[in-house]
């Protein structure tokens, strides 16, 4: 290798270094702070059927997708199921964990929890809300997660929220599905 050879190289590694870090720096500075994705359904039972089905952590296990995907999850509940404070903690065989935890409710019209995975973990905060309608209810579910801005990795959220919403609508499709069984 001649000293030429070796100076173009090591040019060429540092421009595309620098084109990388560049680039890292103009995602940062363009993207949000704040990912949220909010998705709704109309529901033909009383509100507080439908808030029974979210306010209450004995019911998560019957429509969260998260248990349905990972059958190996074992739950535990803090001492009270409902009401701030009120947790749920969960652990998967393959070492995955975390909790539920509700910030904010209002019988019959919202809940507000956060979930925790892992131990270091920035919360997820979601949000349901029960409105009247004409002749229903509609339930909304709203998921926000705040962005590391630091982290390049915390932007694949933007990437998987074909998983997210999938997660979110077929859990709203089983709360609906319960909350109706039980009024018929």
């Known amino acids: 290798m001649t000293d030429k050879f070796l100076y ?3 040019r060429r ?3 595309i270094t620098l084109i990388i870090i560049g680039f890292y720096f103009v995602l940062v500075a363009i993207l949000p702070e704040k990912q949220t994705i909010e998705r709704s359904i109309d529901i033909d039972a009383p509100a507080w059927k439908i808030y029974h089905m979210i306010g209450d952590f004995q019911n998560w296990e019957q429509w969260n997708m998260d248990f349905y995907h990972d059958t190996t ?3 535990e ?3 009270n199921s409902t009401g701030v404070g009120a947790a749920l903690y969960w652990e998967s065989e393959n070492g995955d964990f975390g909790k539920y935890e509700i910030d904010k409710c209002l019988h019959r019209q919202y809940v507000y929890y956060y979930s925790y ?3 270091n973990s920035d919360p997820l ?3 349901f809300f029960i409105r009247k309608t004409a002749d229903s209810y509609k339930l909304f579910w709203r998921l ?3 962005l590391n801005t630091y982290n390049l990795f915390s932007y694949i959220s933007f990437f998987v929220n074909n998983i997210i919403d999938t997660g979110m609508v077929e859990g709203l499709e089983n709360i609906k ?3 109706e069984k039980r009024t018929k």
């Open 13 to 15: 590694i540092i421009i």
């Open 117 to 119: 995975y892992g131990e």
């Open 8 to 10: 173009r190289m090591i």
């Open 177 to 179: 599905y319960l909350s």
């Open 73 to 75: 999850i074992v739950t």
């Open 144 to 146: 926000t997660c705040s």
């Open 77 to 79: 509940l803090s001492e």
């Open 125 to 127: 905060k979601g949000e």
